[in-house]
């Protein structure tokens, strides 16, 4: 270029109202959204249950966190839900209760059928072990091994006699017909 050449310069100046009419002043290469796109990107409470109900087969039952039972674990400690518990601990103790009249039937069950006392008191039994199903069943299945006849020892010539049915009378040693002679009785077999 020479020396003689002349450049011209042109400066358009706009007002304050004109320049951001014409000019971009927004950020859009740095990533930085307006005001009401960042409203509207807003998680809400209806996204949120929306999306929970969308995952909800999804979603683990059991685990420390993003499980169903973080959520109830979580929201149980927020907003201090205990109405049930008075109602829940009510019907543990009633059976606990029931279990324990079972138990005693069982010992009772068994003590009549062996002719034996059994050594054990029901209520020394701990309500945990009653409220605890595997120990619960463990304390019958135990008392379901003991003997469910009489022994020998518990039983004598005398009474197996006075409690059979034979006829006392009989000198044969065989049983009487039931029902017995001709009119009609009935009986027999």
Known sequence: MSQNSKIDLDKKVYSKIEYPKVIDTTFNQLGVSSINTQIGEIFTVSDFFNQYNALFYDIPAFGDTNSHEYLIETSTEYIGYETNSAEIEALQNEIT?????????????????????????????????????????????????????????????????????????????????????????????
Do not use: H
């Not at 605890?132 to 379901?144: G, T, V």
């Open 97 to 189: 209760q029931l279990r324990r009249d079972l138990l005693q039937a069982q010992v009772d069950l068994v003590e009549a059928t062996t002719g034996q006392k059994l050594n054990l008191d029901i209520n020394t039994i701990e309500d945990a072990q009653l409220t605890d199903s595997s120990q619960f069943n463990q304390i019958l299945a135990e008392l379901d091994n003991q003997p469910s006849s009489p022994t020998e020892e518990n039983t004598t010539a005398d009474t197996v006699v006075s409690n059979s049915p034979v006829n006392s009378n009989s000198t044969s040693g065989t049983p009487s017909p039931a029902g017995g002679g001709g009119s009609g009785g009935g009986g027999g077999y």
